[in-house]
């Protein structure tokens, strides 16, 4: 509204895209400390919350590569739905090889492509299982169920990305023998 007052229409409309531009930059930056976190939980490291701010050495990798593969989608979508799908399970993994094992853009997709080879079919009935379980859920929570929901999606994907790595996971380290 003050934009609106001092400058007029332009002025707005500039300072409502800065603003959305600076929003978008601000949750991007919080998933990636929110893939940090989780990772951790997966690996049954501790956590804290300050970990959820911890995504700025990967930030700027992981928006481009998430541009970059968000225009291999759209590619894959353009060809038709199923190579988009494709895709998008292919080059999955990228984020979290950004995060763990702090490699660059292109490695990111072409190790995803690679860890993915054998898994998609894996990976699609896990997402499809997870998305309508998930939204019945909600559903017949009238919405409560989002709190249980969210969480257990955020942590199911570096569960995944553990298990495809051959990396132990939380559940394996709690189950193993105390050495004597």
Sequence with gaps: MVAMAVGGEPLAVLVYVIGLLGMMVFFTWLSVGQKIFFLKIARGQPVEIGDLFTGGPYFIRVVLASLLFAVIYMI?????????????????????????????????????KDLTDGNKLTLFVIGLLAAFGGLAVIILTCGLGLFVVAP??????PVIYLMITGQPTA??????EPAQ
Excluded at 152 to 157: G, V
Excluded at 171 to 176: A, C, N, V
């Design 76 to 112: 894959g979508v353009s060809l038709c739905i199923v190579p988009g799908v494709i895709f998008a399970l292919m080059f999955s993994q990228f984020a979290l090889l950004i995060i763990d094992r702090n490699v660059g853009v292109m490695d990111s997709l072409s190790i995803s």
């Design 171 to 176: 559940d394996q380290l709690w189950t193993q």
């Design 152 to 157: 257990f999606l955020a942590l199911m994907y």
